[in-house]
């Protein structure tokens, strides 16, 4: 597939590499340890769930990988990109050519219509849409009829699938998702997390999930295990009873 | 990115017509100066023209009369001339049918070729005891043709006949009467020559020459060259007058900005999320920051163009009532030149897009997780607000500057000054409003639940309280400042006027008491209020003899003003500013009795000394009429009541004096005076008004899930609209107090630097405490009426659906 081909994986297969990551928040009494020194690789062309309980850093952890916060100290590498040292407008750039991103709600901006809202960060980027790309898309999300509709007049499953379409719209090296059927029913969550699974397996999308819900963690190839800042233990090929398991082993 | 910016655009186009509005009220302001300037400079042109178009070759800057006439005869015996004529101007005083008049009297030229005056109705006189009228002054006075009009020439009364009136065109030569060039000559030193113009018999430039050598001193220009530069004397005051509302359009900008920033202030804090967003999907900061102040640059530019079209029906409309109004006025049709259009759009883009710039730049500051977690108030406080400081405190140090700099006189320094001083006191409001808000709290909590919790969220964000107080402080600011620079100004006036003219009207007699018939006329005379006979008589007062006049409790009190006046005591005598007479004291006699008093000075009491009535009776067993006070109803006509007044005096040999007529004119360039810089000022007040529905409202709707929460908490639809109502009326109290001291302070220095030099001391603050307290109710009415919809609206959001919201 033309998507494996513009990404061609490390000789490692590995998509992004974090080592001895720490974010503390706050200073003195107050200090919070969001991250503990975190060690993770997300393999290349794989659907990765990263679960916690509410607290336990998963989404501080998705932030840092993605390039929107400043780990405190440890090394963050996404593709040959070490993001501990860039700077704001480096990490914009990294952003706009490297990541997608799909969030639990407000994903799309109100004035802009879908196909605008697609097409928003290579506007940003100044780059021409790869309209090829763009149609298959349109056809894989099943968005063709609603290209031309506000946010407003889309359904919450249309607009995830709009959100989805938007992320992997710039190929991008991963595609973070931070509960992305948190606002759902479970029909249309079951429909959208099929998407996800499908852009994995057929574009070779290498995507990372953050979710607290086990049947949406089981669509994943792998599961991580977070809990009080720390990696608690790692699945692959999970069931929903697995991960119900591993959970309760980390008390959650 | 472009995209995006015309998206919303679009989509918050309801949200940008305060910003909209005021930008085109400011450049519509300055268009429709310009292209009324420009209307009267052309009028200006085409009076001239009409004057002076027929004479090719003008003379003029000759010295005394006499050396016209010389000169005038030379230049007729100039080969090359054809025709000569002189323009003559003389003053003087006329009776009409309503009374005696101070007029002006125009030349109308011998030789046909170079006379501009027209017959409207009648014919031009011919003889030397015709006369035309201006046509507008013919019908205020009620002369008709055919009338008969006395002019008081030195050498006896001239009486003429109106034989026609002259539509006039206020030019050079405008003049309310118009006599035959030769009979300026009988009107002695009365006339003065303006200048000399001829014609040519076709060859201007060897007449010229020829003339040029023939006349010794004097200036000799061509038609064409005289025209331009009487075009030129006759525009200056226009063009002084144009700089002086431009001053007035750049306070009314100033504040257009000011508006425009807060606009944008509130709109972005709306957008915080969408903004984010944008920086998550990678939009860099820079990018952020440039697709602001783009919005900014189009609403700029859509205000701009709405303002030139708005500004030009404005001159369209001035120059269509100036015409109706006032015919005599001369007025071409508006005109834009390209500066005068593309400097106010070019001010307009620049200021808009300035004003967009800063909120722009805190907007791009916005960190891309707020859009994940859009609850979190991210304050960047230490260096931002350290950084603001210090910018109020430059701000304020350079404006204090320029504000003590204008008090020797400059206005625009002054005007400068206090701009700056005033954008440094916004960078403080999110110190100053919210420390105010605080000394506040004892009251709010009076009002229980809802008044703490109003209390409290006018403080959790101290800048968007500031962004919304901000705008009725800035209203409040310029009202205060106009409506206390012009009590006090007026309170100046009166206090002078009350000093120089204490009596409206009085006859006075040096020798011979006046005819008991002469008081009881006065009494029936229209538009008086009262009149006060006061005996009186001769008396040695020092070493001179003056006539003594004795004021009782009656007489004082239709004097103006003037305590010390009111309050006479016995042992006191005001005497005419015209003595000789010096020290503290001076013994006063009459026949045997003698007292020593104490001296005082007035002015405008006539050539007669005053003393208490109880005093003269002491000193004088018999005493004459000497003198009539009489004061005018304070809606009467001026002018009537001084006519009628002198009507029954001078018969009887009567000296007529009194300040009536001053004080009435005085008062009445005053009022129209203040009204203009009201008028000009209310343009701001306007756009400042704007502001404050807009902020307002704004900040209301910004709260609907925290709004929403409260309500699912159990505050009820009203306990919440009371809590709205009360965070308004609480921001709103306290810009009016800051507002009304800061607007005070800026009145001091304004009266005091546009009034340098006219008063011989500076007018002090004079507080006009009930126009206070009616900004103080309209501020609050402002801030509750602003918030009335979008509480309303807020109280009606089911809170299920308001948490969620957006």
Redesign the interface.
């Known amino acids: 597939m033309n998507a494996v081909a513009a990404h061609p994986a490390t000789t490692t297969g590995i998509a992004a590499r974090v080592t001895g990551l720490t974010k503390v928040y706050g200073s003195g009494e107050a200090q919070v340890h969001a991250l503990a020194g975190v060690d993770l690789a997300i393999e290349d062309a794989r659907f990765t769930a990263i679960m916690g309980p509410s607290g336990s850093g998963k ?1 501080t952890l998705m ?1 840092c990988i993605a390039g ?2 400043q780990a405190t100290s440890g090394e963050v590498i996404v593709g040959d990109h070490s993001l501990a040292t860039m700077s ?2 480096e990490l ?2 990294f ?3 490297h990541v997608g ?1 799909v ?2 709600a ?2 799309l ?4 219509t879908a196909k ?1 809202n697609m ?3 290579l ?3 100044g780059r021409d849409p790869d309209w090829p790309w763009f149609d298959e898309l349109v056809d894989v999300l099943a968005v063709a009829d609603r290209l031309s509709h506000r946010p407003t007049q889309l359904s919450g499953g249309q607009q995830q699938r709009v959100a989805i379409a ?1 992320a992997l719209m710039s190929r991008p090296q991963i595609v973070f998702a ?1 509960e992305p059927t948190g606002n759902l029913d479970s029909g249309t969550s079951g429909e959208v997390l099929g998407f996800l699974r499908r852009s994995v397996r057929e574009l070779g999308q290498t995507t990372v999930m953050v979710t607290h819900e086990p049947s949406a963690a089981a669509y994943a190839d792998r599961v991580v295990l977070i809990a009080d800042g720390k990696v608690a233990g790692q699945l692959d090929d999970p069931t929903q009873d697995g991960i119900l398991n591993a959970l309760r082993q980390i008390g959650a | ?1 472009r ?2 910016i015309l ?2 655009m ?3 186009v309801r949200r940008y017509v305060a910003a909209l509005l005021a930008i085109t009220i400011a450049t519509a302001f300055i268009v429709a100066i310009n292209a009324l300037s420009a209307a009267a400079r052309t009028g200006a042109g085409e009076a001239v023209e009409q004057q002076y178009g027929r004479a090719d070759l003008a003379i003029s800057d000759l010295g005394d009369p006499a050396s016209y006439v010389s000169t005038a005869r030379q230049a007729g015996a100039t080969p090359g001339i054809a025709a000569v004529a002189t323009n003559w101007e003389a003053y003087g005083d006329a009776r009409f049918p309503d009374g005696p008049q101070n007029i002006s009297i125009g030349s109308i030229a011998t030789e046909p070729d170079l006379r501009w005056q027209q017959a409207l109705k009648g014919r031009l006189p011919a003889a030397p005891d015709e006369i035309a009228l201006s046509s507008k002054r013919a019908k205020e006075h009620g002369v008709a043709i055919g009338d008969r009009l006395t002019f008081e020439a030195p050498g006896g009364d001239r009486r003429f006949i109106v034989t026609g009136t002259v539509d006039d065109v206020d030019g050079p030569l405008k003049a309310t009467a118009y006599l035959p060039e030769s009979d300026f000559a009988a009107l002695g030193e009365l006339a003065f020559p303006r200048d000399i113009v001829m014609t040519t018999n076709g060859d201007a430039a060897a007449a010229k020459a020829a003339l040029t050598a023939a006349v010794k001193d004097g200036t000799v220009s061509t038609g064409t060259a005289y025209q331009r530069q009487l075009r030129l004397s006759a525009t200056q005051g226009i063009d002084v007058f144009q700089i002086l509302i431009t001053i007035f359009a750049g306070v009314s900008l100033f504040v257009g900005a000011l508006v425009i920033a807060n606009t944008f202030t509130i709109l972005l804090a709306q957008r915080a ?2 903004l984010a ?11 952020i920051a440039r697709s602001v102040v783009a919005e900014g640059v189009l609403i700029g530019v859509l205000g701009s163009a709405l303002g030139v079209a708005a500004g030009y029906g404005v001159a369209l409309i001035g120059v269509a009532v100036t015409r109706h109004l006032s015919p005599e006025t001369p007025m071409g049709d508006p005109s834009l030149s390209l500066p005068s259009v593309a400097i106010p759009v070019v001010l307009g883009v620049l200021v808009t897009a300035a004003a967009a710039a800063l909120p722009a730049q805190r907007a791009s500051a916005q960190s ?2 707020n ?2 977690h ?1 609850q979190d108030v991210v304050e960047l406080r230490s260096r931002a607000g350290a950084l603001r400081l210090a910018m109020a405190g430059l701000f304020l140090a350079g404006g204090s500057g320029g504000l003590l700099l204008g008090l020797s006189g400059s206005l625009p320094v002054g005007l400068a000054g206090g701009m700056l001083s005033f954008i440094g006191v916004l960078l403080l409001t999110p110190v100053l409003i919210p420390g105010a808000i605080r000394a506040l709290g004892p009251v709010a909590r009076r009002f229980g639940l809802a008044g703490r919790l109003a209390h409290m969220n006018s403080l959790r964000n101290p800048r968007r309280t500031a962004a919304t107080s901000t705008a009725l402080l800035i209203g409040v600011t310029l009202i205060t400042s106009v409506v206390v620079g012009a009590s006090s100004i007026s309170h100046k006036v009166n206090t002078s006027l009350d000093r120089n003219h204490p009596i409206d009207l009085m006859t006075t007699s040096a020798s011979a008491p006046i005819p008991g018939h002469v008081v009881d006329e006065l009494r029936d005379v229209g538009g008086i209020a009262k009149v006060a006979a006061l005996p009186g008589a001769d008396a040695t007062v020092g070493k001179d003899t003056l006539a003594l006049v004795g004021a009782d409790a009656d007489a004082l009190s239709l004097v103006h003003g003037n305590a010390w006046l009111h309050d006479l005591k016995p042992d006191e005598i005001v005497l005419p500013g015209s003595t000789d007479i010096s020290g503290d004291t001076v013994t006063v006699r009459i026949g045997n009795q003698f007292r020593e008093l104490k001296v005082l000075y007035g002015a405008g009491l006539g050539d007669v000394a005053v003393i208490t009535r109880a005093t003269l009776d002491d000193l004088a067993p018999v005493t004459t009429t000497r003198a009539v006070w009489v004061r005018a109803s304070d809606s009467a006509d001026a002018r009537d009541v001084t006519t009628a007044v002198t009507a029954i005096g001078r018969p009887a040999d009567l000296e007529v004096d009194g300040g009536l007529f001053d004080r009435a004119y005085i008062l009445k360039i005053l009022s129209v005076v203040l009204a203009v810089t009201v008028a000009l000022l209310a343009i701001a007040v306007l756009i400042a008004l704007i502001g404050v529905g807009n902020t307002l409202s704004l900040s209301v709707l910004e709260r609907v899930r925290e709004n929403s929460l409260l309500r699912a908490l159990g505050l009820g639809s009203f306990g919440l609209r009371s809590m709205l109502a009360l965070e308004a009326l609480l921001m709103a109290t306290v810009a009016a107090i800051l507002g009304v001291a800061l607007g005070t302070t800026y009145a001091w220095f304004g009266i005091r630097t546009a009034t340098s030099g006219v008063f011989t001391s500076a007018p002090d603050l004079t507080m006009p405490w009930g126009q206070i307290g009616l900004i103080f109710l309209t501020a609050a009415l402002a801030g509750l009426a602003a918030c009335v919809l979008p509480a309303r609206r807020a109280a009606r959001i089911e809170p299920a659906a308001g948490l969620v919201a ?1």
Do not use: E, I, K, W
């Not at chain 1, 901006?109 to 802009?112: D, G, H, N, S």
């Open positions: 989404s932030h929107l916060d704001d407008n914009t750039r952003r706009r050519h991103f969030f639990q407000f994903n901006l109100p004035m802009l605008q097409l928003l960060p506007d940003l980027a938007r931070d | 990115m995209t995006v998206a919303s679009r989509t918050y999320r969408d967003l944008l920086r998550c999907v990678g939009a860099m900061r820079a990018q891309p997780l859009a994940l859009p957006d």
